[in-house]
């Protein structure tokens, strides 16, 4: 059996090109989609990220914004300039490059960015409305999962999913997706006790624990649906996804799969927001 390799890097691509062409109109019609990235401190990671991000708004034409503030920024500065930034008209979306240094309360920060520029889904009004089913921009890597899962025609409805990873941003948002699109859902984290038999019976399973190759290649059962949201130095996710091609019916590579859609999704997310404001 030879699985449905299931390609971000080729679907971030091809959705490149018509959000290009997208922002070429908005621009012609005097809006400049931008997105703002604040950097704190001189994380080498994260600089490598935002970087990354910005270098996409400059392929498809969109404007960034680089704050970097330097690793001694409080929590009350850090809000200070998350206002300013509500308040230009000209920024459609703020992200706050995770994770911030430990003097900063990154919860409070994160809620202090407006729900309409809150394109990287980071919010807690923002989640509770896409869990609730209504209007929000969804954390960019499940969302772009979604996206992927979607582009390939692939029905979700009724299957039993498996979430592996709990954190605010990955494991319960995309369990709350997976949900809202009828799977049915268990989530699963590094202290889950018989792990290992929840996940082989799962029809879909997404491993977003953190852990290299936490999730072992003979936990999964046959035709299974494979999504790998982790990656490490080792250039390894969070799944053994070695002969994985033998056992599920789809999977994501590491690199190629999800990483491609997170980013993606986040330009995707503030041309829409860009779109809204232009309606407004």
Not at 2 to 14: R, W, Y
Not at 69 to 82: H, P, R, V
Not at 215 to 229: F, M, P
């Amino acid at each position: 059996m030879n699985a449905l390799l299931l390609d971000g890097k080729k679907l971030a691509s091809d959705s490149e090109i018509d959000i290009k062409n997208q922002v070429e109109s908005l621009v012609k019609s005097g809006i400049y989609p931008t997105l703002a990235t604040i950097l704190v401190g001189s994380d080498p990671a994260s600089e490598t990220y935002v970087k990354m991000k910005r270098n996409t708004c400059a392929r498809v034409g969109m404007k960034s914004i680089a704050v970097e503030l330097s690793g001694s920024t409080t929590t009350e500065e850090l809000i200070k300039q998350i206002d300013i930034l509500n308040n230009d008209r000209n920024v459609h979306g703020i992200l706050l490059q995770h994770p911030v240094p430990d003097q900063i309360d990154e919860r409070a920060c994160f809620n202090k960015i407006a729900i309409n520029k809150d394109v990287d889904g980071v919010t807690c009004l923002g989640f509770g409305n896409m869990a609730m089913g209504l209007d929000a921009y969804g954390s960019c890597t499940p969302a772009g999962i979604i996206r992927l899962i979607e582009s390939y025609n692939i029905d979700i409805e009724g299957l039993n999913a498996v979430v592996v990873g709990r954190s605010p941003i990955l494991g319960k948002p995309m369990a709350m997706m997976l949900l809202n699109k009828n799977a049915t859902v268990t989530i699963c984290h590094s202290r889950t006790k018989n792990i290992e038999s929840i996940i082989k019976n799962a029809d879909l399973i997404v491993g977003a624990v953190g852990i290299p190759k936490f999730i072992k290649k003979n936990w999964i059962k046959e035709n299974s649906i494979v999504i790998d949201a982790g990656y490490h130095p080792e250039k390894c996710g969070d799944i053994d996804l070695e002969g994985i091609e033998k056992i599920a019916s789809a999977f994501t590579p590491v690199p190629g799969g999800v990483g491609p859609m997170t980013i993606n999704t986040l330009i995707l997310q503030t041309l829409q927001s860009a779109l809204k404001s232009a309606k407004d």
